[in-house]
Protein backbone atom coordinates (compact mmCIF):
# COMPACT_ATOMS: atom_id res chain seq x y z
CA UNK A 1 0.00 0.00 0.00
CA UNK A 2 1.47 3.12 -1.13
CA UNK A 3 1.59 6.52 1.23
CA UNK A 4 -0.20 9.72 -0.47
CA UNK A 5 2.29 12.62 0.37
CA UNK A 6 0.40 15.40 1.93
CA UNK A 7 1.39 19.12 1.84
CA UNK A 8 2.36 20.08 5.64
CA UNK A 9 -0.13 22.27 7.32
CA UNK A 10 0.94 26.19 7.65
CA UNK A 11 2.65 26.57 11.07
CA UNK A 12 2.70 29.97 12.27
CA UNK A 13 6.34 30.52 12.90
CA UNK A 14 7.34 29.35 9.54
CA UNK A 15 6.54 31.18 5.68
CA UNK A 16 6.82 28.90 2.64
CA UNK A 17 7.92 30.00 -0.42
CA UNK A 18 6.30 29.62 -3.90
CA UNK A 19 7.93 26.77 -5.01
CA UNK A 20 6.80 25.25 -1.18
CA UNK A 21 10.08 25.59 0.99
CA UNK A 22 9.45 26.46 4.35
CA UNK A 23 11.44 29.10 6.29
CA UNK A 24 11.53 30.37 9.15
CA UNK A 25 9.46 33.70 10.03
CA UNK A 26 11.19 37.33 11.89
CA UNK A 27 8.69 36.91 14.67
CA UNK A 28 10.99 34.23 16.12
CA UNK A 29 14.15 35.90 15.37
CA UNK A 30 15.21 38.77 17.88
CA UNK A 31 15.80 41.31 15.09
CA UNK A 32 15.22 44.78 15.44
CA UNK A 33 12.44 45.16 13.32
CA UNK A 34 10.38 42.06 15.02
CA UNK A 35 10.94 44.21 18.34
CA UNK A 36 9.54 47.27 17.16
CA UNK A 37 7.09 45.92 15.72
CA UNK A 38 5.91 43.76 18.83
CA UNK A 39 5.74 47.35 21.12
CA UNK A 40 3.32 48.72 18.78
CA UNK A 41 -0.16 48.51 19.77
CA UNK A 42 -2.60 45.62 17.72
CA UNK A 43 -4.97 47.27 15.93
CA UNK A 44 -8.68 47.37 17.94
CA UNK A 45 -6.62 47.31 20.61
CA UNK A 46 -6.33 50.08 23.69
CA UNK A 47 -3.17 52.05 23.76
CA UNK A 48 -1.28 50.34 26.93
CA UNK A 49 0.34 53.34 29.69
CA UNK A 50 3.59 52.05 31.00
CA UNK A 51 3.64 50.43 34.21
CA UNK A 52 3.57 52.42 36.88
CA UNK A 53 2.35 55.87 35.03
CA UNK A 54 -1.13 54.92 36.19
CA UNK A 55 -2.51 56.45 39.77
CA UNK A 56 -5.86 54.82 41.29
CA UNK A 57 -7.92 57.81 42.19
CA UNK A 58 -9.08 58.03 45.71
CA UNK A 59 -12.67 56.62 45.39
CA UNK A 60 -11.72 53.75 43.57
CA UNK A 61 -9.20 52.49 46.41
CA UNK A 62 -12.43 53.32 49.03
CA UNK A 63 -13.97 51.14 46.91
CA UNK A 64 -11.90 48.47 46.58
CA UNK A 65 -11.53 48.46 50.55
CA UNK A 66 -15.26 48.94 51.30
CA UNK A 67 -15.37 44.85 49.65
CA UNK A 68 -15.98 46.46 45.98
CA UNK A 69 -15.63 44.71 42.59
CA UNK A 70 -14.08 46.84 39.20
CA UNK A 71 -14.59 44.57 35.70
CA UNK A 72 -12.37 44.77 32.99
CA UNK A 73 -14.26 47.09 30.88
CA UNK A 74 -14.49 49.50 33.58
CA UNK A 75 -11.20 49.88 34.42
CA UNK A 76 -10.29 50.60 30.35
CA UNK A 77 -12.78 52.99 30.72
CA UNK A 78 -11.39 54.68 33.52
CA UNK A 79 -7.80 54.44 32.26
CA UNK A 80 -6.74 52.35 35.05
CA UNK A 81 -5.77 49.23 33.54
CA UNK A 82 -2.81 48.05 33.36
CA UNK A 83 -1.92 49.32 37.01
CA UNK A 84 0.97 49.39 39.37
CA UNK A 85 1.41 47.75 42.81
CA UNK A 86 -0.45 49.67 45.72
CA UNK A 87 1.37 49.70 48.60
CA UNK A 88 -0.32 48.55 52.50
CA UNK A 89 1.14 52.18 54.05
CA UNK A 90 -1.57 53.90 51.41
CA UNK A 91 -4.63 51.88 52.25
CA UNK A 92 -3.45 52.60 55.57
CA UNK A 93 -3.85 56.12 55.03
CA UNK A 94 -6.53 55.90 53.34
CA UNK A 95 -8.68 53.98 56.02
CA UNK A 96 -7.11 56.39 58.81
CA UNK A 97 -8.34 59.49 56.32
CA UNK A 98 -12.12 57.94 56.15
CA UNK A 99 -12.53 56.85 60.23
CA UNK A 100 -11.40 60.62 60.92
CA UNK A 101 -14.62 61.67 58.79
CA UNK A 102 -16.79 58.81 59.43
CA UNK A 103 -17.87 57.21 62.62
CA UNK A 104 -17.52 53.33 60.81
CA UNK A 105 -15.47 51.87 58.08
CA UNK A 106 -16.12 49.76 56.04
CA UNK A 107 -20.13 50.00 56.51
CA UNK A 108 -22.05 50.20 60.22
CA UNK A 109 -21.99 47.29 61.91
CA UNK A 110 -25.04 44.40 61.85
CA UNK A 111 -24.65 41.98 65.06
CA UNK A 112 -26.00 38.89 64.02
CA UNK A 113 -29.82 38.06 64.74
CA UNK A 114 -31.39 34.96 64.56
CA UNK A 115 -33.63 33.79 61.49
CA UNK A 116 -31.61 36.03 59.42
CA UNK A 117 -28.30 35.49 57.94
CA UNK A 118 -24.97 36.07 59.18
CA UNK A 119 -22.73 39.08 57.92
CA UNK A 120 -19.75 38.13 57.87
CA UNK A 121 -16.91 40.36 57.86
CA UNK A 122 -15.73 43.07 60.03
CA UNK A 123 -15.83 46.47 60.85
CA UNK A 124 -13.65 49.42 62.42
CA UNK A 125 -15.67 51.99 65.52
CA UNK A 126 -14.42 54.53 65.90
CA UNK A 127 -16.30 55.19 69.71
CA UNK A 128 -13.50 58.02 71.07
CA UNK A 129 -10.70 59.84 69.57
CA UNK A 130 -8.25 57.29 70.63
CA UNK A 131 -10.46 53.85 70.68
CA UNK A 132 -11.28 51.97 67.85
CA UNK A 133 -13.01 48.82 67.94
CA UNK A 134 -12.12 46.30 65.19
CA UNK A 135 -15.66 43.81 65.38
CA UNK A 136 -15.84 40.78 63.43
CA UNK A 137 -18.27 37.49 62.90
CA UNK A 138 -18.83 34.54 61.05
CA UNK A 139 -21.34 32.48 60.22
CA UNK A 140 -21.32 28.33 61.08
CA UNK A 141 -20.10 26.55 57.84
CA UNK A 142 -23.14 24.19 57.55
CA UNK A 143 -25.41 26.95 58.16
CA UNK A 144 -25.33 31.03 56.91
CA UNK A 145 -28.32 31.59 59.73
CA UNK A 146 -26.46 30.32 62.77
CA UNK A 147 -23.53 32.36 64.67
CA UNK A 148 -20.50 30.71 64.64
CA UNK A 149 -17.97 33.07 66.46
CA UNK A 150 -17.98 36.50 66.99
CA UNK A 151 -14.89 38.41 67.63
CA UNK A 152 -13.99 42.37 68.74
CA UNK A 153 -10.36 43.84 69.66
CA UNK A 154 -9.71 47.68 70.88
CA UNK A 155 -6.77 49.62 69.24
CA UNK A 156 -5.66 52.93 70.78
CA UNK A 157 -4.95 54.47 67.28
CA UNK A 158 -6.42 54.44 63.95
CA UNK A 159 -3.83 53.05 61.85
CA UNK A 160 -3.22 49.73 64.00
CA UNK A 161 -7.04 49.02 63.15
CA UNK A 162 -6.28 49.66 59.46
CA UNK A 163 -3.54 47.04 59.54
CA UNK A 164 -5.76 44.69 61.70
CA UNK A 165 -8.58 45.08 58.97
CA UNK A 166 -6.28 44.94 55.72
CA UNK A 167 -5.01 41.93 57.12
CA UNK A 168 -7.57 39.83 58.85
CA UNK A 169 -10.31 41.07 56.59
CA UNK A 170 -9.08 41.23 52.83
CA UNK A 171 -5.80 38.97 53.75
CA UNK A 172 -3.32 41.74 52.41
CA UNK A 173 -0.58 41.96 51.50
CA UNK A 174 -1.66 40.02 48.18
CA UNK A 175 -4.66 40.56 46.05
CA UNK A 176 -7.31 43.20 46.94
CA UNK A 177 -9.70 43.05 43.23
CA UNK A 178 -6.29 41.47 41.23
CA UNK A 179 -4.53 44.78 42.04
CA UNK A 180 -0.94 43.21 44.22
CA UNK A 181 -0.87 45.21 47.47
CA UNK A 182 2.87 45.22 48.88
CA UNK A 183 4.26 45.54 52.28
CA UNK A 184 5.77 48.89 52.01
Known sequence: MSRLWRKPAKHPHFRYTPS??????????????????????????????????????????????????????????????PHPPLHMSLLVTLITECLANEEW??????????GQRVREGGTIHRAAPNRFI????????????????TVETV??????????YLRWDLNLPGKLDSWTVLDR
Open 134 to 149: YRAQRHAATDPMILAE
Open 105 to 114: FPRRWQPAQS
Open 20 to 81: GVRTRRGIRTKSRTALENARQPREGHSQLRPRGSIHMDRDTMIFLLRGGHIDMPERLARGIW
Open 155 to 164: FSTAQDAARH
